[in-house]
């Protein structure tokens, strides 16, 4: 190799050094006679890792549990809405919204210095009955349903203009074989119905950044392969999408994709800005120390992969405590898939992610 390269690859490879937290010296100010300063929650190592750390947030629970509000404020300085800003979330009945819940999160949001994701405006489910029925029975015709979505689409990203850093524009576009999911939005509207909701959503928030998001893309190649070509294809339309999410639901029963890092790298040399946008680790039940173990070690790898590319600069959790994750209602005999138990103590995978230290060059 010449050496203008040799030294060129050697400043690209961005070492990730996890060391104990209490071993290690974290930013300026270390090193006071009290010792090494620990990292005190995922706040702080946010700040120290110049990245932002997010949880999936159920409004509900917000409401009504004290703790579970005051940890997600001390925790995280990135809030999803986990369901609040589905469409039948907010469209219930047709012209009828109810910005209630998803209000409610881009308020905690502000009074506690957070950042917000908005999930999601083009997806196939948790739509409202009166428009998967309405299409289904032939009332709403294509140009109609285009109107419908477009209406959605700019209503949405207006009311929260602004205050919305990120929107996952659309959601799952693709199935398991890389072929283009077969949904109401395809069916009736054609692939172009891709390109639209981003230019509408531009449109209605010229700064916030928008992305396409889907799960098992961290291994899946056909899918990779399929969503790579669809996003040079919007590019080449000069069509305004900025990043690429990664839902990141992963269990331990499954090998850990060992490729993740690579993969993102891929969708950011094509410009993009990555995130892990729903992080979790599910284990098929019951809980051992062991399989907490390999937990951690997911969640750490997890974290080290987004920091390995320069790229990556939100690492987001779908839900952050055993109380409330969606795992054991969706995945028959699995759970324990968060950072905390049901009582908010840490599970290793949260002692694990405080031992992530910054990656040079970040
Ligand atoms: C899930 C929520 O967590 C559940 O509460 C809801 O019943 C179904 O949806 N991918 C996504 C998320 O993009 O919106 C899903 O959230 C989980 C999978």
């Known amino acids: 190799m010449r050496p203008l390269i040799l030294a060129l690859a050697l400043a690209l490879a961005v070492p990730v050094i996890a060391l104990p937290a209490s071993a290690t010296a974290t930013g300026p100010g270390h090193g006071s006679e009290h010792g090494p300063q620990r990292v005190q929650d995922l706040r702080d190592l946010a700040r120290k890792l110049r990245i932002n750390i997010g949880s999936a947030v159920d409004v509900a629970v917000l409401r009504a549990e004290p703790d579970y509000k005051a940890r997600l404020n001390r925790e995280f300085d990135h809030l999803t809405a986990e369901n609040a800003m589905k469409w039948e979330s907010v469209e219930p009945e047709r012209g009828v919204y109810t910005w209630q819940d998803a209000d409610e999160v881009v308020r905690n949001a502000r009074r506690n210095g957070q950042q917000v994701r908005g999930h999601t405006l083009v997806w196939h489910n948790q739509l409202p009955a009166w428009l998967t029925t309405g299409v289904e029975n032939g009332t709403i015709g294509a140009t109609e349903l285009r109107q419908i979505l477009r209406d959605h689409i700019t209503t949405q990203v207006r009311r929260y203009k602004g205050q919305v850093r990120a929107w996952d524009v659309v959601n799952e576009a693709f199935d398991e074989d890389g072929t283009p999911r077969q949904t109401i939005w395809l069916t009736h509207l054609g692939p172009g119905y891709i390109a639209d909701a981003f230019r509408w959503a531009h449109r209605a928030d010229p700064h916030a950044k928008l992305y396409l998001n889907d799960y098992n893309v961290e291994w899946n190649v056909p899918k990779i392969e399929a969503t790579l070509t ?44 990555i995130a892990v946008t729903e992080l979790d680790v599910r284990m098929v039940l019951p809980v051992t120390p062991e399989k907490l173990a390999t937990q951690a070690d997911y969640y750490g790898r997890a974290l080290s992969d987004c920091l390995s590319v320069r790229a990556c600069r939100e690492f987001t959790v779908w839900g952050f405590t055993d109380r409330h994750s969606w795992v054991p209602g969706w995945f028959d005999g699995e759970g324990s898939a968060c950072l905390l138990d049901e009582n908010l103590a840490a599970k290793p995978a949260y002692d694990k992610l405080l031992t992530t230290r910054r990656v040079s060059g970040r």
């Open 230 to 273: 669809l996003i040079k294809q919007l590019q080449a339309q000069r069509v305004p999408i900025d990043g690429m999410g990664f839902q990141g639901h992963l269990g331990i029963q499954y090998d850990y994709p060992g490729d993740w890092a690579n993969v993102m790298r891929r969708f950011a040399d094509l410009g993009l800005e």
